[in-house]
């Protein structure tokens, strides 16, 4: 017996090193004796979405949140399985940058081997735009690509999570929402408060005095700078102000973290017994801004060309305060010191514009009088080196310039449009360069084929560049009976022939202006006299390949007024801004109208209701990339003139 057990246990011992044997050397067949599970070959799908398919109104600091069918390969989502566009079907999509977050949550899901329901684990995920807001009036699409893997039971399968080279990714699926338009608030003064020198325990000093030409500036990361002039009533002169204003809570403080937080603004001019003058601000994406101005460095002098520079922190230092608590440390500067850059002028000069590219090269131009006649000039400027030899441009033309215009594309490429008397007869002229270049000789842009005797002095002329290098030159021009809209486009490095923008006969067409959008759309606004007064006229351009490629037909955007200013812009995603003043100086006002480009209209009728009197100067940025804009000028309230604001916002 004990034989027979010893000879069983053996034969026992034997089978279960088989076992081992046929287990190590046939995996793929079977574990410990179990099938393996089969390959998953279900595609992963959307089980739950935030914002639903073609939902409106959507608000623009919300999420989009989507859930899976199973828990995902994040690597595969960050790598393009999940993308946000503008856009939706039937127009061009456009990528955008994206945050996204992931998590887990509890599910349910089928055993991929007898089918039936269990509890699994499943992929959550919240997007959000970079810049942490939805655009206004703006459609967006999610797709989800088939890179977008799950989180396989075959470990293998974990690392396929992007297409072979050369691969086109196709759609799992996708939604489109869109996001709610915004409107304008409340009219608001801004108080214009300045730190208390003497005493910094003080909450600050309110000024009083008359407020005029305020100017504003922004860049796509939310810097937003304003300048104005300003009564200092002790000494009786116009000094230069500065502010910041934060999109985040709506305030304005002075750009220096070490001056007061309870104060709004800070004088950046040298202090001087002169006034100031005609204030310009300018700022690029990395956050440099430079305001410029003209004043007399004594009084009775000869006026020059003054400069500040705002330099942002890079250093990470942290300042505890709520208006100073993005993550970005550019919030974070100070102003360099009021500059002369022409210390060695003999005759004077006015008229200040500055542009600053995104290396940091600042660009000055201005009106000089030289040699008998008022000339421009243009030169680069830099806190180390100062200011290089200026140039002059169009220097053998016998006649004086009108004040400049000048405009800088994203690409560097920088223009400069003025005026120029030339035997009697004023004609439009522009001169260009990229970087620190020499400028290009000046060419005129107004000659077309009209009998010279049809051809009057031009003026006003207005100019805007694309991110293509692209531009536009407005103006209007008398031809003997009326004035007209002309207009010269920039294309493939040369300039065409002069043509005319509108032909309404009934009277005079002026004061043109004229923006680029981001997509070669841009819009040209001028006012257009008839019987009853005037009519606000607006006239798209389309450069984007397609069917409706050129100028579209004029569009009246107001009736029966007297505009006095007026200004365009567009936001990111190609919705447009008119903004203006309307009625006699004593009692004008300020509208505004929103162009849609999802509609293709002009909607949304607005009109300043408060602080509006008497309204003068008004200027329009818009604000980060998110479709907010902000408004500036300056009016009269029975007493002194002040500054208001008007903030177009969700």
Not at 127 to 151: H, N
Not at 316 to 330: F, I, K, L, M, S
Not at 521 to 550: E, H, Y
Request: proline fraction near 5%; glycine fraction near 8%; charge should be negative.
């Amino acid at each position: 017996m004990l034989f027979q057990k010893m000879r069983f246990l053996l034969f026992l011992s034997m089978m279960g090193l088989g076992l081992s044997a046929c287990s190590s050397g046939s995996g793929d067949q079977e574990v410990n004796g179990l099938p393996e599970r089969p390959e998953d070959t279900v595609d992963p799908r959307l089980t739950s979405s935030y914002p639903e398919s073609d939902q409106r109104n959507v608000e623009p600091d919300d999420s989009v949140r989507i859930e899976f069918s199973e828990t995902m390969n994040l690597p595969s989502l960050m790598n393009g399985g999940i993308q946000l566009y503008s856009g939706s079907d039937g127009t061009i999509l456009k990528k955008q940058e994206q945050s996204l977050e992931f998590s887990e949550a509890p599910g349910t899901g089928l055993d991929p081997v007898t089918g039936d329901v269990v509890d699994i684990k499943v992929t959550l995920v919240t997007l959000q735009p970079a810049r942490k807001r939805f655009s206004l009036a703006t459609t967006y699409t999610l797709i989800v690509f088939d890179s977008a893997k799950d989180k396989s039971l075959n470990p293998k399968n974990d690392s396929e999570s992007e297409h072979e080279e050369g691969a086109i990714a196709q759609k799992i699926t996708e939604f489109s929402f869109t996001i709610q338009d915004g409107q304008w608030q409340e009219t608001n003064r801004v108080a214009v408060s300045i730190p208390d020198l003497d005493d910094a325990s003080q909450p600050g000093i309110e000024l009083t005095g008359d407020v005029f030409d305020p100017q504003i500036a922004s860049n796509r990361d939310g810097d937003i700078f304003a300048v104005w002039r300003q009564a200092e009533v002790k000494n009786s002169v116009t000094r230069i102000l500065a502010s910041r204003y934060f999109a985040d809570n709506g305030s304005w403080r002075p750009a220096d973290p070490q001056l007061s937080m309870t104060v709004s603004s800070n004088f950046i001019d040298a202090g001087l017994e002169t006034s100031a003058f005609s204030p310009e601000i300018a700022v690029n994406k990395p956050g440099l801004a430079a305001a410029v101005w003209y004043q007399s460095p004594v009084m009775g002098g000869p006026t020059s060309i003054w400069i500040n520079v705002f330099e942002n922190s890079q250093d990470g230092d942290d300042v505890a305060d709520e208006n100073y608590n993005r993550d970005d440390t550019r919030d974070i500067g100070a102003w360099s010191g009021a500059t002369n850059i022409l210390s060695s002028l003999s005759g004077t000069a006015d008229s200040p514009k500055v542009v600053i590219d995104e290396g940091g090269t600042i660009t000055v131009a201005w009106r000089e009088f030289d040699d008998g006649y008022y000339r421009i000039k243009a030169a680069s400027y830099s806190i180390v080196s100062g200011l290089s030899t200026p140039t002059t441009l169009a220097p053998g033309i016998e006649g004086d310039a009108t004040p400049p215009q000048l405009e800088i594309s994203p690409n560097g490429l920088t223009m400069l449009v003025w005026t120029q008397e030339v035997n009697g007869l004023s004609q439009v002229y522009t001169s260009r360069r990229v970087g620190d270049a020499e400028w290009s000789t000046a060419i005129r842009l107004d000659a077309n084929d009209l009998d010279p005797n049809d051809q009057g002095n031009a003026s006003a002329p207005s100019l805007a560049i694309d991110a293509n290098n692209d531009a536009f030159v407005v103006w209007q021009q008398y031809d003997g009976k009326r004035e007209n809209i002309w207009l010269n486009r920039f294309a493939g490095g040369g300039w065409g022939k002069a043509q005319l923008l509108e032909t309404d006969q009934r009277g005079d067409a002026v004061k043109p202006s004229i923006a680029f959008g981001n997509d070669r759309q841009a819009f040209a606004i001028w006012s257009q006299d008839q019987d009853l007064g005037s009519d606000l006229m607006a006239r798209l351009f389309v450069g984007a390949a397609g069917s409706n490629t050129g100028w579209a037909p004029p569009e009246k955007i107001a009736s029966n007024m007297n505009v006095s200013t007026s200004m365009i812009k567009f936001d990111r995603e190609g919705n447009a801004m008119v903004i203006w003043t309307q009625g006699e100086s004593t009692s004008s006002r300020v509208s505004a109208s929103r162009y849609s480009e999802a509609t293709g209209n002009w909607v949304s009728d607005s009109v300043a209701l408060e602080f509006s009197n008497a309204s003068q100067g008004v200027v329009l940025e818009p604000l980060l990339e998110d479709g907010r804009m902000l408004a500036l000028w300056y009016y009269f309230d029975g007493a002194s003139f002040n500054l208001a604001s008007w903030l177009f916002s969700d």
